[in-house]
């Protein structure tokens, strides 16, 4: 019986070793006055890498999940395409994002593809909006290769009582993602997702 449950126990951190993905990010430029003009026009770019061995051979899909007043009101595909396999056991993806004109403006790059640009209408002023992701203060997060995962949200800020206004509470928060506008009452954000297929 002893033997037994310890057999039980390798192939259960056996399999949840083989479901982890380490994801390490790289935001935005190098060159501070680039990164400076960039902020000011409302542009934010980050490099996300996926790593493990088990990305070898998979495909994904990366949406974008819009939420109002807490509910999720439409989600729409960013990149999908079964050509595009990994080939390996990492996957680098560049994600642009500009916040202008009243809409989001999005698009995606990877090793020899990029998405079509999409375009989603903002509910309030684009300087309202920031992008921000889920690492925090950490230089990298695990995600389940076997679930959707929430890699960034661009969003308003929460006001406090005093009138002031939080981005990085929101997201370091540790809260579910399509959590975020229920518990801090942000009437509109976004998140973008990625699904290993």
Do not use: W
Not at 65 to 74: C, D, H, V
Not at 86 to 108: E, S
């Amino acid at each position: 019986m002893k033997q037994f449950l310890i057999f039980l126990i390798l192939i259960i951190n056996f399999s949840l070793v083989q479901s982890q993905v380490k994801v390490t990010s790289k935001y935005g430029s190098d060159l501070s006055d680039l990164q400076d003009v960039l902020r000011f026009e409302n542009i934010f770019t980050e490099k996300l890498t996926f790593q493990s061995e088990t990305l070898k051979g998979k495909s994904y899909t990366i949406a974008l999940e819009e939420f109002k007043n807490g509910k999720l009101i439409k989600t729409s595909v960013l990149f999908s395409d079964d050509y595009f396999k990994v080939a390996n056991d990492k996957l680098v993806l560049k994600f642009y994002f500009k916040l202008a004109d009243g809409k989001l403006k999005t698009q995606i790059l990877g090793n020899g593809f990029s998405s079509n640009k999409s375009s989603f209408k903002l509910s309030s002023n684009e300087d309202q909006y920031a992008l921000k992701d889920f690492f925090g203060s950490k230089e990298e997060i695990i995600i389940d290769i076997n679930k959707k995962n929430a890699v960034f949200a661009i969003l308003t800020p929460t006001i406090h009582k005093d009138g002031t206004g939080s981005y990085c509470e929101v997201a370091q928060s540790d809260l579910a993602p399509e959590k975020l506008g229920e518990k801090f009452k942000i009437p509109h954000y976004f998140l973008v997702t990625i699904k290993f297929n």
